[in-house]
């Protein structure tokens, strides 16, 4: 049945998060950018909000709610619009968690989900972005092959969110044809940690490089287990999370652009009155809401178990494209005042370039 | 829940349509060539089959909304042609306006009739405030005078909703409706328009020289003029909320053609259409198309979004706009790229391509125009009135 109804408790969780959004996250975001530095007191509080814990099996000491894809779209829009740096910052945990929560083996679950259900923050990152030229994450250099009962690892993966602290990373690679993932532990004989990327954007989130130098893990090191997983699906997954991201941003722009030129004014009137400005403000909200609604489509297939590539790479490539031109326009309504620091557009325009290039990373 | 997957109800409705639209479309390239010829009331293969609308009785409540299969089936005619039809539904826009304006009697009067509606004049398009044609009250008997164009349904309709001012001094308030039926002395059908697309569509040119109607047939009755605000006017633009959607499905649904005539030309060129990979991994050619795929595609869920709240009963004006901004930018896109990546091939009158890409022009311009949609969606976005942005 086609419909856009959000149920009550979606809604609740959409109003409470666009308060924390707005209270906590905003009032943090320049000076996070700014000194490069994450907020610890952020991230405590973020936890408390259970954004991780919640969909974790009542097994593994999690809230045991239903996956939601839709729900965690939904949310990740709203913690977006307050900063993209945080919210990765916040989710990167729950990225990993859902991935062995969709296709870990119960073995794997086990040893892994309670690590996100406990007091504190606790990071573990998905390793999925490499630095070559026109990257392609369905054909990663990063290679695995056997040995023994288990594998050999060796690539390059960067912007591995929270690569500073994260305890355990997914390394998405090839093996023997198709694809894989594999949890590398932190302390992996032959894995490499940079320091922290210096980044255009999202310079609050730690991110690092990841260099796996014949790394030898265990058969049970294989996401899935002998069967392996779908990693398309967890690719389908990240790309609607990562357009999710991209819904906030440009909303957030466009929220921000609208009180300014109706206060702005240049030759007795607000700019807004004039067509010029105002036909961009409403191709901006045109494109904010087209683009939300590919990203609840291709989350609504993959909460259903519905094939959703197609409609994931529609989410995620459209978002790419609209989101940058969104935060382009933003500057522009701007002037002057768009390309000074004191305001956020500026830093969601280098957001907006910075996410749309992104593979992995988040998860819904 | 948040749901993009018609039901198995909604699925046989639409795989009728679309078997329809398959016959519907051996016609396209005949009524387009022959201008003046009508296509028939009712296909020779649609004889003593039933009109898909009948397949709505019966519908659970776990079935999409009516609103929505509206839309659906809209865009699902004209995937096989604009014009054509296995049986020509009655009703016209006119009908819409009667529905949410007319009195109980009025209805009872016109219900079943097609009402065409003419709003359009040579000398006003997108601002209904400037419409000239007049209407004057003389005894029980209103006298209209003007002329109208581009009426939809004008030569076959049996009557008219025609916008007419009662008195131009008052502006947009002295804005009235009025419904003429065929054959009223000094009512002319003048021509049958020829456009660039949509050819065989009933496009008509309307001339009224001193045409008397009964009192009675002001549409919703009430002939006061409200000397300020414009409560009269919005009244008559409350019928748009469904009718800018659907003429967004209108266009989707012909947008929708294009690329799947698109997709088998390139896969049977041997371009492999594949969607996991990265955005730099496929042809050139091959990222375009999908390109323009995503761009149907939100273009779709536009109107889908404006019609699921109407569904709901709750206030779509905005959305209607998106959607009518949306698509109607969408669908040009979307088949002048097709001509664009079939090249040569794609602009040959043997495919119905070149003429879904004339076709599909209209959907930026009637029912309001994209410059219109925006200045409604910037005044909603900004709070701002007519007067403050214009």
């Known amino acids: 049945m086609i419909s856009f109804k959000l149920e009550e408790e979606q809604q609740i969780a959409r109003d409470a998060l666009r308060e924390f ?45 239903e996956r939601s894809p839709i729900t965690n779209a939904i949310i990740l829009e709203e913690l977006a619009w307050g900063d993209v740096a945080l919210a990765i910052a916040a989710l990167t945990p729950a990225a990993f968690a859902y991935a062995i929560v969709d296709h870990g083996t119960d073995d794997q679950k086990q040893a892994y989900l309670p690590l996100f259900c406990g007091d504190s923050y606790h990071a573990a990152a998905l390793a999925v972005n490499e630095p070559t030229v026109a990257f392609d994450p369905s054909i990663p250099r990063t290679v695995a092959e056997a040995k023994g009962d288990g594998f050999v690892i060796s690539g390059v993966k960067s912007f591995v969110a929270m690569g500073d602290r994260a305890s355990h990373f997914l390394v998405v690679a090839r093996n023997n044809g198709g694809l894989d993932a594999f949890i590398v532990p932190r302390d992996a004989e032959g894995l490499a940690i940079s320091k922290n990327e210096e980044n255009l954007g999202l310079r609050g989130l730690p991110t690092a490089t ?155 | 829940m948040i749901d993009f997957e018609p039901t198995e109800g909604d699925q046989k409705i639409l795989d009728q349509v679309r078997a329809e639209a398959l016959i519907c479309r051996n016609y396209a390239r005949y009524y387009d060539e022959h201008e003046h010829e009508f296509p028939p009331e009712e296909l020779e293969e649609a004889k003593g089959k039933p009109n898909v609308y009948t397949m709505f009785a019966g519908r659970s409540e776990s079935d999409s909304g009516i609103g929505i299969m509206s839309m659906l089936i809209s865009a699902g005619q004209t995937w096989g042609d604009y014009s054509v039809r296995m049986h020509r539904g009655t009703g016209g826009l006119g009908n819409a306006a009667l529905r949410a ?68 001094s008052a502006g947009r308030a002295a804005i009235k409706s009025f419904l003429i039926e065929k054959g009223t002395p000094g009512f002319v059908v003048a021509q049958k328009e020829k456009k660039l697309g949509i050819r065989a569509d009933d496009t008509a040119a309307f001339v009224f020289s001193d045409c008397r109607i009964p009192r009675g047939n002001l549409l919703g009755g009430n002939e006061e003029v409200q000397q300020k605000g414009s409560g009269g006017f919005k009244g008559v633009m409350k019928t748009f909320n469904m009718t800018r959607p659907g003429v967004a499905a209108i266009g989707i649904g012909m947008a929708e053609a294009a690329l799947d005539f698109t997709r ?62 949306k698509t109607g930018e969408a669908v040009r896109q979307i088949t002048q790229g097709c001509i664009e990546i079939l090249g040569p091939m794609g602009i040959s009158r043997e495919h119905l391509l070149e003429k879904w890409f004339r076709d599909v022009r209209i959907t930026d311009i009637y029912e309001g125009t994209g410059e219109i949609q925006r200045m409604i969606i910037a005044r909603s976005l900004l709070g701002y009135t007519r007067k403050e942005l214009n």
């Open chain 2, 101 to 168: 304006a007319g009195t109980p009697e009025q209805n009872e009067k016109w219900g079943e009739t097609t009402l065409a509606m003419a709003i359009t004049e040579p000398g006003c398009g997108s601002d209904p405030s400037m419409v000239q044609t007049t209407a004057v009250l003389d005894g029980d008997e209103w006298v209209i005078n003007g002329e109208k164009i581009f009426v939809t349904t004008g030569c076959r309709c049996d009557g008219v909703v025609v916008w007419a001012t009662v008195d131009k």
């Open chain 2, 264 to 325: 088998d030309c390139l896969t049977e060129a041997g371009f492999e259409i594949t969607y996991g990979g990265g955005l730099h991994s496929a042809p050139a050619v091959v990222d375009k198309f999908q390109r323009l795929e995503a761009k149907y595609e939100a273009a779709m869920l536009t109107i889908l979004r404006a019609a699921w709240l109407s569904d709901e009963g709750e206030a779509n004006n905005t959305e209607a706009s998106v959607c009518k901004a």
């Open chain 1, 21 to 65: 959004a707005d209270q906590v996250m905003r009032p943090i975001a320049r000076e996070c950018d700014e000194e490069e530095k994450l907020s610890e007191e952020f991230l405590a509080q973020s936890w408390e909000l259970g954004l991780v814990s919640t969909q974790i099996p009542e097994a593994y000491g999690g809230g045991g709610e």
């Open chain 1, 210 to 364: 990841l260099e796996l130098e014949r790394v030898e893990l265990p058969a049970s090191a294989r996401l899935g287990g002998e069967a392996g997983s779908d990693v398309r699906q967890l690719l389908d997954n990240s790309r609607t999370a990562l357009a999710a991201a991209m819904v906030g941003v440009s909303r957030a722009v466009l929220e921000f652009a609208v009180p300014y030129a109706k206060e702005r004014e240049a030759f007795d009137q607000a700019i807004a009155q004039k067509q010029g400005i105002a036909f961009k403000l409403a191709n901006m909200h045109i494109e904010t809401e087209s683009t939300r609604w590919l990203v609840w489509k291709a989350a609504a297939q993959l909460e259903q178990g519905i094939d959703a590539t197609r409609s994931a790479h529609f989410a995620r490539g459209y978002a790419a494209e609209q989101s940058m031109w969104i935060a382009d326009q933003g500057v522009q309504v701007l002037g002057g005042h768009g390309f000074i620091r004191d305001h956020l557009i500026e830093l969601w325009f280098r957001s907006a370039r910075t996410i749309s290039v992104l593979e992995g990373t988040l998860g819904i």
